[in-house]
């Protein structure tokens, strides 16, 4: 599968971002999706995940109540809504898929080894 990101941009904090990830091929329910983050000088960690036929979700503490992974099944679209931003937010965002599949996905979803295939990235700057 083949991932393409975009939507990314500069806000001021407590503005809004909607981030798109168009994955290609047929078979865009067979893979769990994700959005990782990376900041300058900083690991690459996990945003929000979705897994591939219940479309359970999940997401790191620090951007819960405050984003929101969804996936539109017949567009092959994977989006993340991001509200109340904050400057701490800044950062490439990617999307990623895998088709693994695992015993907890709380846990499996949130690791960035589970995932094969990644999109290019998009910026978001806040600014504060």
């Known amino acids: 599968v083949q991932l393409q990101a975009s939507g990314g941009g500069r806000v001021q904090a407590g503005n809004s971002l909607r981030l798109s990830c168009a994955a290609s091929?047929?078979?865009?329910?067979?893979?769990?999706m994700g959005w990782f983050r990376q900041a300058p000088g900083k690991e690459r960690e996990f945003v929000a995940g979705s897994t591939r036929n219940s479309g359970n979700t999940f997401y790191a503490d620090s951007v819960k109540g405050r984003f929101t992974i969804s996936r539109d099944y017949a567009k092959n679209w994977v989006v993340l809504q991001m509200d109340s931003l904050k400057p701490e937010d800044t950062a490439v965002y990617y999307c990623?898929?895998?088709?693994?599949?695992?015993?907890?996905?709380?846990?499996?979803?949130?690791?960035?080894?589970?995932?094969?295939?990644w999109g290019q990235g998009t910026q978001v700057t806040v600014s504060s």
């Open positions: 091929g047929r078979t865009f329910s067979s893979y769990h």
């Open positions: 990623a898929a895998t088709s693994k599949s695992f015993t907890s996905p709380g846990l499996g979803l949130k690791a960035r080894e589970s995932y094969d295939y």
